[in-house]
Structures are given as structure tokens and as C-alpha cells.
């Protein structure tokens, strides 16, 4: 699925829950696996106009990287139809000054993967539940010209992951977080008032012990609270 027509006038989260802030040079690419999962991410870019392409599989992102300048791609390994690490061989052909950043959905990278040249960077997603921000780091180390693994890949070993109980309303602003909903959205659709979706989002991130909503959306998926 194509996502990008749909970025026009799109908002992102609140300033102190971003998962990326930083300031990028170029157009940056996003492949991700699943639309709502895709919306969490673009949520999560302090200027969402810096994404030129926001799609769910392979064959639409080497489409626009073909027509048009990216600096930076960030995909999942997984994605609707293809794979993310051939997606950044593929890309990293068509422009070897183009960076990469692969998000690891399963915590690995494939043996056939791992010594490749042309790997710029591999985020782990249990390294998102950490008081850490392995995305930003690794936008940063790839910007500079310098490869990249996040924690746990560098270790061998995941981070302990401890799945709390929510309540029903939590689970249900779960649900719309992973639906990439801000939080003007979660008000109309639970009829609150922004003041209140605000609140319940904070406490939910508090709750999970995370500090942003895609943290949120990753470890619900990691706990088995919510599927994209």
C-alpha cells in the first residue's frame, strides 16, 4: 500500500513523545510492514513533510527511490510483500550514497545478512522498550558515514521484557495508538476531550514503561496486546 498521498497536512505527535526529532537533510523513505504500523512511524517524525515515501512493500519504495532523491530509507525486514534487507541491497545498488536503516522486527539479522558492506544500520525492536533511543542513534551514526547496530544485536542478548496488565480503557488507547491516531483523533473517536486522550496516552506509557508512542505500539506487539 501506498501511503504517501496521504501525508499531505498529516500532524505528527506530541513534541516531547517523538521517537525521531532530529532535524534530516533530504527526503527520507519509509517501508513498513502494515499500514498502521506505517502511521505510527510517520507520526513519530517531528516534521512529517521530510518523508517523501511512506509505503508497506518493496516494489512501490524502489519505485519512488527511482524517480526521486532520498538521503535516508528506513524499512522493516519485514514488509507486506518483500523484505526489508533486500529492499536496502537493492537500494544501496540503484544509490550507494542513499543511507539505510532496517528495523528488525525479529530481533535478528540473517546470517546471509550480517557481514554485507552495504548494511548501513539494524535496530533490534526490543531495543525500543529500553530507556534508549536506538533509532535516533543510528540516524546519527548513518548520517555520519558509520555503521550501526543497536544494543541488543551487539550483545546477543535481549533486554528483559516485562508485560504489565492494562485496564480496558488502556487497551482500547492501545489500540488506537497502533492505528497511528494523534491525539485530536483518540478524543473524536472516544468522545473526550483532547485534555483527556492526552492523559490517557501518558498513562498508558507509563503503564508499559516507555516514553513514546511507537514504544507503546512495539512493545504491545512484543506482549501480544496488539497485532498489525
Partial sequence: MDFTPYLT????????????????????????????????????????????????????????????PFSLLICTDYLEQGNGFELARRAKEMHPGLRVIVLALGDVIPAEYAEVSWLDAVVAEADFVEDQHPLQAAVLAVMGNHAYRSPSLRSGTLPYLSCPRLTPREYEVLDLLASGMTDREMSEALVISDESARTYTKRLLRTLGVHNRLQAVLKGMRCGMVNL
Avoid: H, W
Fill in 9 to 68: 497536512g498529516f500532524q505528527s505527535g506530541d513534541a516531547d513523545e517523538l521517537l525521531l526529532s532530529l532535524k534530516l537533510d533530504g527526503q527520507v523513505a519509509l517501508a513498513m510492514k502494515g499500514r498502521l504500523f506505517l502511521r505510527s512511524m510517520c507520526s513519530n517524525f517531528s516534521d512529517p513533510t521530510q518523508i517523501g515515501c511512506a509505503v508497506t512493500d518493496q516494489q512501490s519504495c524502489l519505485d519512488y527511490l527511482a524517480e526521486n
